[in-house]
């Protein structure tokens, strides 16, 4: 709901209202791209094969049990 009247307060406005700064408040920011995750599913998707050097390999493959 926050979105849509951000969306439409952006379209119809020219300056930024109180009701603005509390809906855009509402939104939840968060960038597609989590380092800490998208490595991991990358190299899963792709396959071991992808890391030649063994030892990398192997403690890339112990991380995901700490």
Do not use: Q, W
Request: charge should be positive; aromatic fraction near 10%.
């Amino acid at each position: 709901m926050a979105c849509k009247l951000v969306i439409t307060y952006i379209n119809t406005n020219n300056e930024p209202s109180a009701d603005f700064n509390y809906n855009a408040s509402k939104l939840k920011v968060v960038s597609h791209f989590n380092p800490n995750k998208s490595g991991y599913e990358l190299y899963v998707s792709k396959g071991m094969e992808l890391i030649r050097k063994d030892s990398l390999r192997a403690a890339i493959v112990v991380l995901p049990l700490l």
